[in-house]
């Protein structure tokens, strides 16, 4: 398995409050990426990362802010968590390659509730 | 706009029975095809990809798929299902000019009966 963690894994929260999610690799990849899972609308990628303090929006950015400060850390930041928010959310990690096709690897998610 | 569809939520079958998932992609430029699966309460799993070459890609745990780009489909199949397939299946398509992003369908819940 990729070394992908993220923590913390589960966590329970109120509205208003500010939440961050943290993913962290051992792979060395150059790319990793943010997604939420909701039912009915498969993953959908928030933010992601070409390298070190370099950033992307993705579909569904508004309410979230990332950094990544090193190769192996890539944080999401709910500055004010809302109830829309309560969803998994999966980190992912590739390294561009012909071979792979941007194959993406996967951490074991967080599941967020904000009350 | 690039999109997935994966054309059944759901489906139930019972165990050996053969299984098809399905999807469909749009795009008008090169894509990489990818199958992956996530059982409960677990995160996502590469079962196939399809990169180029041979359009029949066999994968993990006796799933294949194939790729068909004059219908821009890439359906995923297996001949005799167990009860520990039962789990959720996404396909998702990288394209040729968006980096590393991924694409995903809706999903399909897979539940194999006894």
């Known amino acids: 398995d990729a070394g992908i963690t993220q923590s913390p894994r589960h966590k329970v929260t109120e509205t208003g409050t500010p939440v961050t999610l943290r993913c962290h690799q051992t792979e060395n990849h150059r790319y990793m990426y943010w997604y939420r899972q909701d039912p009915g609308h498969g993953l959908r990628l928030i933010h992601y990362s070409y390298g070190v303090k370099d950033t992307d929006k993705g579909e569904v950015s508004d309410g979230y802010s990332v950094s990544r400060s090193k190769t192996e850390d890539f944080l999401l930041t709910l500055e004010s968590a809302t109830s829309s928010q309560t969803s998994v959310y999966f980190c992912?990690?590739?390294?561009?390659?012909?071979?792979?096709?941007?194959?993406?690897?996967f951490g074991p998610g967080t599941r967020l509730t904000v009350l | 706009a690039q999109s997935v569809t994966q054309l059944d939520s759901q489906v139930p079958v019972f165990e050996e029975a053969p299984v098809e998932l399905r999807c469909n992609y749009s795009s008008s430029v090169s894509v990489y095809l990818f199958w992956y699966v996530q059982y409960p309460n677990q995160g996502l799993q590469l079962l196939l990809k399809?990169?180029?070459?041979?359009?029949l890609v066999k994968g993990i745990n006796g799933f294949e798929a194939e790729f068909n780009k004059s219908q821009t489909s890439f359906h995923l199949r297996k001949p005799s299902v167990h009860i520990s397939d039962t789990a959720e299946y996404f396909c998702a398509v990288t394209l040729g000019n968006q980096g590393g992003k991924l694409i995903f369908g809706q999903g399909t819940e897979l539940s194999v009966k006894p």
């Open positions: 399809y990169l180029s070459g041979s359009t």
């Open positions: 992912a990690i590739s390294e561009p390659k012909r071979e792979l096709g941007n194959e993406q690897f």
